[in-house]
């Protein structure tokens, strides 16, 4: 079956002879991802030998704006996903083909091949220590666990051996979210409640902003902290309705950039302001804390609609580079625990450290599609709806390109 969520559309009045000028969706979601997962990289080198002073770009982490990409094209292929085959069962048998068999090599190699090198632990003891074993429990990710023992305890941060792990929690909760909105729209209950659930959580996230001083407190759900959780499905949902309306949307970069503009207008002028404020986006003038809200509001939701605007604007040039960027998902989990062994090792300058891993992620990352995860994605072919007796099956669309075939449910 094809991936690509709708045909890209050629210029008004540009003829059948230039054919279709933007390149398969699918590729730019692909190089989206994959420059994500490279600003993750960036992010880490300065953060990991130097917790207290990450890189920043307009007051927000790098990562922050990465993560956002991952979690707004999530949404909307994970809604792809699902309206393909809306079945419970082999929605989530993809989920796991997906999720499941890169991060338990990373999780083997960690504990069995680094863990041992880098230990201050005999060696012997450190495989009889239940924590090592433990820790392939987070090949179920709502079962997060930091470090191992002995494992980097000397590096500046050493409450994880793969600080990366921590958002596959929410991925998971946002499929989760995407099955049971499914499943009720599939009973009757009209599309119409996708919307509703993204406003719930902008509504929630103007209260958070309202009555928290710091904005990563709230508590947690599970090991999810609950702040960042309403944060990134905002963008997840964001995604999920671009998806399920996107024969109704105009996708037009003019308006991705007006909402850029708006959004930076308001973060750069009027955001000062709120610093001011007692316990930070909290205080007595209620028009503080309603800017702080729009400006979160504006950055996730104009990050879901311009990296969409984006991908589906892909230029057409760049389309056969899908076998070279569909590593993302793998230099994502293997980029920290590389950059872990290296600080430990003596690289403490951010940028040097930058310089060595993003090339070494990357071919990681390569790795893990090629050997890992384009194998276990073509399990799925067990999962296909079988066809009703005395049914004329539908016509078979035209089969995209071998590497494209397998990208629709790419996870962050």
């Known amino acids: ?156 941060h050493n409450l994880s051996v793969n600080p990366s792990l921590w958002t596959l929690p929410m991925e998971v909760f946002g499929y989760g979210i995407v099955l049971l909105l499914g499943i009720a729209i599939a009973i009757g209950l009209h599309k119409v409640v996708l919307p509703v659930v993204l406003g719930g959580l902008l509504v929630v996230q103007g209260v958070y902003d309202a009555t928290l001083g710091e904005y990563d407190s709230g508590g947690f759900l599970g090991v999810m902290p609950m702040a960042l959780l309403v944060k990134f499905m905002i963008a997840f949902m964001a995604g999920a309705v671009l998806h399920a309306y996107r024969h109704k949307i105009a996708f037009r970069p003019r308006y991705a950039l007006a909402l850029f503009v708006a959004w930076l207008v308001i973060h750069e002028v009027f955001m000062p302001d709120a610093a001011a404020v007692p316990g930070g986006t909290a205080g007595s003038d209620g028009s503080i804390f309603r800017l702080v809200t729009l400006d979160h509001w504006l950055l996730a939701l104009g990050m879901a609609y311009g990296m969409i605007v984006l991908g589906r604007h892909w230029p057409r040039r760049l389309e056969k580079s899908g076998r070279w960027v569909y590593g993302s998902y793998g230099a994502y989990i293997w980029a ?49 709806a079988r066809q009703l007796p005395m049914t004329t099956p539908a016509p078979e669309p035209t089969p995209p390109a071998p590497q494209q075939a397998l990208t629709a449910e790419a996870a962050p």
């Open 1 to 156: 079956m094809s991936t690509t969520q709708d045909p890209p559309r050629a210029r008004k009045g540009a003829g059948s002879r230039l054919g279709k000028i933007y390149a398969d969706p699918q590729v730019g979601f692909a190089w989206l991802r994959l420059l994500s997962a490279l600003f993750v990289v960036l992010d880490h080198s300065i953060w990991l030998p130097d917790p207290m002073h990450p890189l920043l770009v307009l007051n927000i982490p790098v990562g922050d704006y990465a993560l956002l990409v991952f979690f707004a094209l999530s949404g909307y292929q994970i809604h792809d996903s699902w309206e393909r085959d809306p079945s419970w069962w082999r929605f989530g048998a993809r989920r796991i083909l997906r999720i499941v068999p890169p991060l338990a090599v990373v999780l083997v190699v960690t504990a069995f091949v680094i863990g041992p090198i880098f230990t201050t632990l005999p060696t012997g003891e450190y495989l009889s220590n239940g924590q090592t074993w433990a820790y392939l429990s987070m090949v179920v990710p709502f079962f997060l666990r930091g470090p191992l023992p002995g494992v980097f305890e000397s590096n500046p």
């Open 336 to 384: 920290a625990p590389l950059q872990q062994m290296l600080i430990a090792l003596g690289v403490t300058n951010g940028w040097v450290l930058l310089v060595v891993t993003v090339p070494t992620a990357y071919v990681v990352g390569l790795a893990s599609w090629h050997f890992v995860e384009m194998p276990t994605q073509k399990l799925r072919r067990y999962l296909r």
